[in-house]
């Protein structure tokens, strides 16, 4: 009989049931409508601090995601009973980058509509009758800083329509991978798809527009891959964005790492660990080397799926054709007693042993 896996400890934490406000009420599964419908008016009337209390005050990730899904369906398009709808819309772009020497990626497109034309040769904004697209590519700190009554607003909001570029910094001899979005606005009829729907077949126009943004952000020295994903709603594209750059950046990881270790001293063993900052953590390492440790942070949204995520995890370890990982009960601090970032190695299992070991277990 196979042993059944044992699952990671959630970090997280949220706010206690018995405190939460009356809204919380309708966040149980069978009245999403009405939720969205009470956060959109929450929204239009600009009280954000009750839409950010609700969402502290969810008692788990399951109700968090509830309360989440409800409020961009309620913020970010405009009534179905309007005749002609706008719709504020975000394209994520993952994008690996290396260098040969240190380099600044300025995240401007020195001709934004030619990246336009070929979203719209491939039919991505569908019957749009007018749209517009920003010449720069923003992070995803300034989606989130938006405000549910900022994006309800949409193209009308100044915040939005100037969002400033987040440059990259690329370092040089070193793979990483970045998140950025291309903001912009489409006006269709209410009836007609619109472009989260119409840009949904990545297939049909995602090699195009990587071709096409790698030309817009071409930098001397520098090695770019601008992987776009689905454009959606400004809070779902930030989200969607979050977690498409983290998978993204976990297999350049493993791939180069265990390359690394393959070609010194064979198959690394794995440690997967959750840690108090509210994230899970991947240690790389060998038996008879402790200088020869790798880790991976995958910081965790509220929203997200733990149980999902180290399916995901877990996949792309067997595709390495690693052995299974071995997995920490307890949930472990973030540094070591010397003040460096925590990722153990094989041996301590729950918090007792934690206690009696110290905290010293592995390195950055």
Known sequence: MIEA??????????????????????????????????????ASGGRD?????????????????????A????????????????RVFAIPWIIVCGADIPATVDCVLPNAGELVRVLEQYGVFGGSRNLGLSGVL?????????????VLRGWENARIRDM?????????????????????AAIAPAHAPDIVETGANIGAWGTPALRAMAAQLATPNVQLLPMPRQPAGLYTAAYAGRRAGLEAAFNLFMSNSVRR??????????????????????????????AMTEGFRWPLHPADDLAEIERTIRSLIRDCRLAEAHVH??????????????????????AAQLSQSGTDQGGA
């Open 5 to 42: 896996l044992m699952p990671l400890s959630d970090p997280r934490r949220y706010g206690p049931a018995d405190a939460a406000p009356p809204l919380l009420k309708l966040a149980d599964g069978a009245h999403q409508h009405e939720l969205s419908g009470a956060l959109r008016e929450l």
């Open 49 to 69: 601090l009750d839409i950010g209390r609700a969402l502290a005050a969810t008692s788990s990730s399951v109700e968090y995601a509830r309360i989440w899904s």
């Open 71 to 86: 409020l961009c369906a309620a913020i970010e398009k405009s009534p179905d009973s309007e005749s002609v709808v706008a």
């Open 138 to 150: 923003c992070g995803i700190d300034a989606l989130e800083a938006l405000a549910p009554s900022e």
């Open 164 to 184: 400033p570029p987040a440059p990259i910094k690329v370092l040089q001899g070193v793979q990483e991978v970045h998140v950025r979005y291309s903001l912009g």
């Open 261 to 290: 270790f393959r070609s010194a001293w064979g198959d690394p063993s794995v440690t997967l660990s959750t840690h108090a900052s509210g994230e899970v953590r991947v240690t790389l390492w060998v038996p008879f080397d402790d």
């Open 329 to 350: 009960r307890c949930i472990l601090p973030d540094y070591t007693s010397s003040g460096a970032i925590l990722f153990p190695r094989e041996g301590v299992t729950d």
